[in-house]
């Protein structure tokens, strides 16, 4: 696993990965699988043409190649796999020298690239089924790659795993999905449609077309890199909207010095706040937060970052704001009272389940993700155009 990122694929999983397969047994021509690992897949699929890294692992008949040495000339009416999940950080040094792609950054992980090549390989009316994160979905590095999967073709099935523990030792939030290339519908089999914004991918019922940078600004919060230590009481000095603001509208006291020197007290874990990562520190800066958060006196919208409340969108007096929490600052920044509580009723009233939001009960927002997102025309009121 740890150096070739294999997580093998349970038989269940499998079997529903199969199931959701228009053209295997149809002579629809041949199938691969790019990285078969113990030939989960490929045992099942007479005449597959199999791939795989790690020669621990590659089963009889199989191609004990690197992916993304075969030729793409080679088509396949079906691609099936469970990609490798590797950060671009831990990619094979002989592997990143393959990867030339014109949609992802340095930054990509490799189970993003396997994305990329498996469309490629794909036949006219191919399909490729994956069980992969499902966070691509959003990823701000994978926006490029986003847009050009929906330029060639369409996302038939899509089912969220959610927090179940599908690999041992692995835990992202894993999706299984089928796309079809060429299939210019942009519809799912079940009836949602595959829609694009800003380079990020969601499966809707409803009709989303207003963007929500139309309506609000999205900051994120200040961020210490030691609150353990910047959360002393005798020296706190500044209240901060917290991750559990929003259910208990408590707030938490930090010692937060922008336009000060330091205070005494900090000089004994000097050392170790000149070695957070937040952001660059030294002899002029060491007792700073990493990060400011926007400072505004105008009229704001909470929500955590994380939070399995129900009703996520919630206001708070105090103007201040941690990295647990996002603030939406809407354009029109002289709404009465009353309209700004309307607009957190609405934001709490969306769907954001069926706009990607939503794993397992839980919502996973993040600034760009957020300014990215498409609301329900019911927004144009308080929208301000020519900003998107």
Sequence with gaps: ?????????????????????????????????????DGAFSARLPGCVAIEL???????????????????????ATVIGNPPYVKARDILPETALRLGSSLLDGHANLYLHFIEKCVRHLAPGGELILITPRDFLKA???????????????????????????????????????????????????????ALSGGQLMFTRGIYSLPLASV?????????????????????NTEFVCSKTAQTSATRRMIYLDREGPVAWLEQFKERLLARRVT??????????G?????????????????????????????????????????????PAADLKRLTEMLNEVDWGELGFVCDGRFLFSQRSLEQALLPEAFAEFAVKGLV
């Design 280 to 289: 660059r520190f030294d002899e002029a800066n060491w007792w700073k937060w």
């Design 291 to 335: 990060r400011r958060h926007y400072v505004s006196e105008a009229p704001r919208i909470y929500v955590n970052h994380k939070t399995r409340n129900a009703r996520p969108f919630f206001q708070h007096p105090c103007n201040n704001y941690d990295g647990a929490v996002l603030a939406l600052f809407p354009h029109r920044a002289t709404l």
């Design 54 to 76: 790690d020669p621990a692992h590659c089963p009889p008949g199989a191609l004990n190649i690197d992916f993304f040495a075969y030729p793409e000339g080679e088509q396949f």
């Design 216 to 236: 609000f600004a999205v900051k994120v919060g200040a961020v210490s890199g030691a609150d353990e230590i910047f959360s002393n009481e005798e020296f706190a």
């Design 1 to 37: 696993m740890a150096r070739y990122g294999q997580v093998f694929t349970p038989p269940g999983i499998v079997d529903r990965m199969l199931a959701l397969s228009r053209n295997i047994g149809r002579n629809h021509g041949r199938a691969l699988d790019p990285a078969c690992g």
């Design 140 to 194: 701000t590095g994978a926006g490029r790659l986003n847009t050009w999967l929906f330029d060639q073709g369409t996302i038939t099935d899509f089912e969220d795993l959610g927090d179940a523990k599908i690999f041992a030792g692995a835990t992202p939030n894993c999706a299984i999905w089928r796309f079809e290339k060429g299939n210019a519908s942009h519809r799912l089999h079940d009836g949602r449609r595959m």
